[in-house]
């Protein structure tokens, strides 16, 4: 398991309230990255070994999904325990190790914190179930039925059918935006936000240096319990739900997105300014209201500091005028706020198969990711280039793929685990049978495989940090666009009296780009194919160009 791998300049942390604006964080799904112990599942000893592999790519952060106790029903998100790491993952010890050896390397630690709903095994529910009357009665969402018995709203679960689920103790219903054993809390209980607060402080107290919020835009639901109306059918898209997901055919008015939010988010800050350089990053989940939300979310310096919606996570491929319009509308929806855009991440199949790209296309994505005004999500394995994994049905774990077989396969094929060697069935995942098959076809994609080839799409991605930290305008300069079409996109960063042009061909044929006069000669660094005539930039297909202003 050890790898005798560069761990770079960044050998400790430097105090800096804004780390975040710019950082590039590497996403790490505890259960298919190392395997430490034989038992077929990752770990945070297994994280721990890996650390160096980390730091050596160049990133800033990590954020690892959840790993505290849990019937595992949806994978750690569903908690029965906030305060605990669950067993298979290791132990409250091992996670103090990893805050301390991801600090000596100079990584940062984000951690995934669940706070609408928790599983129906945490104490806080069974307590909340066994009356109308008990201290915990209202710390979930529980609604009578309608006269003929039908729940109380026509509220949809994200997991398929009614988000409303039946208890016999309470002859109640209580809501489940998404599994029926992930009740949600209920954020109108003034209690549940301080019990929730304690839960973000306690993690902050161990040394986290922030949270990715998971499903951010979901704490508050409509108190007066009032009827989602219907979405036209040119308005739906399958960026949040699949398109078979009937999900879709709902506007999400008032099972989520309530202004209340934005109250206890001011809260939650506070918590988190109690606390040196600590930032959050929201997970906003919806279709048709993303960006807004975003705005609503980052405005001003006493809410969250950043956010992603799911706009580059979606089936639709990338052009130039897609990509612009993108990032129009967060510039008008979200004008104070900052981004966080990814690509791929556990819940969405991978970008390379999701957009069909080849190996000079991906790295053009990632080179383009790279260069946008926000901070970037890597998921793990992006790196390699890795394709979303076939998982036959006999294999599949993700109870979503189950409910929609064969339409949607659910998310296992971008959870597959990680490959470390190409030698043996496992990748080096593991000594054990994994939770989840190895793809066979990401074996010759693996860590030690790439290591030795230094043109390699791991070793790329290392170039491409490396390019982004030698410019910081790169991370945190303004950006304006120049050119979109389908094929070409070409924008400026600027800060600080520094500007750099950025020029991408995302097409499968040569392009001839004409720049302002001030744009100077290549920027030495990354091995793009292109040719420079006066003001006029040819590029190859899926090639990119970047230049200083001249002057």
């Not at 409303?164 to 935006?177: C, P």
């Not at 819940?347 to 999701?354: F, K």
């Not at 994609?445 to 030795?452: D, F």
């Amino acid at each position: 398991m050890n790898l005798a791998l560069p761990v770079g300049d960044n050998s400790q942390l430097v105090p800096d309230k804004d780390w975040w604006r710019g950082a590039v964080i590497y996403q790490i799904y505890p259960r298919s990255y190392q395997d430490s112990n034989g038992d077929g599942i990752g770990d945070l000893a297994g994280i721990i070994h890996r650390l160096p592999y980390i730091a050596s790519l160049g990133v800033d952060a990590i954020w690892i999904s959840p790993f505290f106790k849990s019937p595992m029903l949806d994978f750690g998100y569903d908690v029965s325990d906030y305060r605990d790491v669950d067993p298979m993952f290791g132990t409250l010890g091992d996670f103090d190790a990893l805050i301390e050896q991801a600090h000596g390397l100079g990584l940062r630690v984000m951690i995934d914190l669940v706070l609408s709903h928790t599983s129906d095994k945490h104490a806080w529910f069974q307590e909340s179930r066994t009356s109308r009357e008990n201290p915990k009665a209202n710390w979930y969402v529980w609604a009578d039925p309608k006269p003929d018995g039908t729940p109380p709203t026509n509220w949809l679960s994200i997991f398929g059918g009614s988000a409303w689920a039946w208890d016999a103790d309470r002859r109640q219903y209580y809501l489940h935006n998404f599994l029926t054993s992930q009740p949600d809390l209920n954020f109108h209980e003034p209690d549940v936000q301080d019990a929730v607060l304690d839960v973000a402080r306690f993690w902050l107290e161990r040394g986290v240096d922030g949270f990715r919020l998971d499903t951010i835009n979901f704490y508050v639901h409509d108190k007066q319990l009032r009827d989602n109306p219907a979405l036209p059918e040119e308005e739906r898209n399958a960026s949040i739900a699949p398109d078979v997901n009937p999900y879709n055919y709902q506007n999400h008015l008032f099972d989520k997105n309530q202004p209340e939010n934005v109250d206890f988010l001011r809260r939650l800050r506070g918590v988190m300014d109690e606390f040196q350089d600590i930032a959050a990053v929201g997970e906003v989940g919806d279709a048709q209201y993303g960006l807004k939300i975003i705005g609503d979310y980052t405005a001003g310096d006493d809410l969250m500091h950043m956010c992603y919606a799911f706009d580059f996570l979606s089936p639709e491929p990338l052009s130039g005028i897609r990509a612009a319009r993108v990032l129009g509308d967060f510039e008008a929806e979200a004008a104070e706020g900052w981004a966080c855009w990814a690509f791929s991440n556990h819940d969405v199949s991978r970008h390379r198969s999701r957009w069909h790209l080849g190996e000079d296309a991906a790295r053009l994505h990632a080179a383009l990711i790279l260069s946008l005004k926000g901070s970037v999500c890597l998921y793990q394995g992006e790196e390699l280039g890795l394709t979303e994994a076939y998982v036959s049905y006999e294999d599949l774990q993700d109870p979503y793929g189950k409910q929609f077989w064969p339409k949607f396969k659910g998310r296992d094929g971008c959870r597959t685990p990680m490959v470390w060697s190409s030698d043996g069935p496992n990748g080096g995942f593991t000594d054990g049978k994994p939770w989840l098959p190895v793809a066979m076809e990401h074996l010759e994609r693996s860590v030690s495989t790439q290591e030795n080839q230094p043109d390699s799409m791991l070793n790329f991605y290392r170039d491409l940090l490396r390019f982004r930290k030698a410019h910081p305008v790169l991370s945190k300069g303004d950006l304006r666009i120049l050119e979109a079409t389908e094929t070409v996109l070409s924008f400026t960063r600027s800060e600080a009296g520094t500007t750099m042009y950025c020029v991408f061909n995302l097409g499968d044929a040569e392009q001839t780009v004409t720049l302002p006069t001030a744009a100077g000669e290549p920027i030495e660094g990354l091995n793009f194919d292109i040719s420079k005539s006066g003001n006029a930039v040819t590029l190859a297909p899926y090639q990119a160009y970047f230049a200083h202003h001249k002057g």
